[in-house]
Antibody, heavy 121, light 107 residues
């Protein structure tokens, strides 16, 4: 069964850091692009960042550029999101999502259950 | 950035009714569009990709159409389990962008 399991969320003060992890199973992780998508409380979906299958290219939404960094370890079937300089507006459920191909210029066919990040003093 | 304008933002219909949601892109995105269903407290689920291609296992009452800037999502006969918020998303260009969502409720 294809599965994505996020972890690492929590309560952090403004300006603080968190590292989100997404453990993948049930598919050849190294063959597919991955993305992080977030959803603020009561709001819609917002794509945050994407990384191609090899890890050789990454893209970010303007709202997070320079503060959030996506990476992957294909040997451990794991996706990461390093979050620095967190702001109140980063408060959201963060989903990791798999693309159906090796590039993130596609939809997202498998989603994790999400991990909650709360930025507050 | 490509803006995705989705309408309506909510609708209330009877079981068995036809539901139609539209999504307008600010630029030509060819057919690089997906539709997702999100039930309360759950992760989104991909229903349709490339504007009109139904994902495996998705009931045939769901369908999508359109190209370039105008897209339509239809539920031919609403079932109680279809209560959810639906989102369109373009993947023609980065940043990938979503429509604002359409909340579907039962009358």
């Amino acid at each position: 069964e294809v599965q994505l399991l996020e972890s690492g969320g929590g309560l952090v003060q403004p300006g603080g850091s968190l590292r989100l992890t997404c453990a993948a199973s049930g598919f050849t992780f190294s063959s597919y692009a991955m993305s992080w998508v977030r959803q603020a409380p009561g709001k819609g979906l917002e794509w945050v960042s994407g990384i191609i299958a090899t890890g050789g290219s990454t893209k970010y939404a303007d709202a997070v550029k320079g503060r959030l960094t996506i990476s992957r370890d294909n040997s451990k079937n794991t996706l990461f999101l390093q979050m620095n300089g967190l702001r109140a507006e980063d408060t959201a459920v963060y989903y990791c999502a798999k693309a159906p191909k090796d590039h993130f210029y596609h939809g997202m066919d498998v989603w994790g259950q999400g991990t909650t990040v709360i930025v507050s003093s | 950035d490509i803006q995705m304008t989705q309408s309506p933002s909510s609708l209330s219909v009877f079981v068995g009714d036809r539901v139609t949601i539209t999504c307008q892109a600010s630029h030509d995105i060819s057919n690089y569009l997906s539709w997702y269903q999100q039930k309360p407290g759950e992760a989104p689920k991909l229903l349709i990709h490339d504007a009109a291609n139904l994902e495996t296992g998705v009931p045939s009452r769901f369908s999508g159409s359109g190209s370039e800037t105008h897209f339509t999502f239809t539920i031919s006969s609403l079932q109680p389990e279809d209560i959810a918020t639906y989102y369109c998303q373009q993947y023609d260009n980065v940043p990938l962008t979503f429509g604002g969502g359409t909340k579907v409720e039962i009358k």
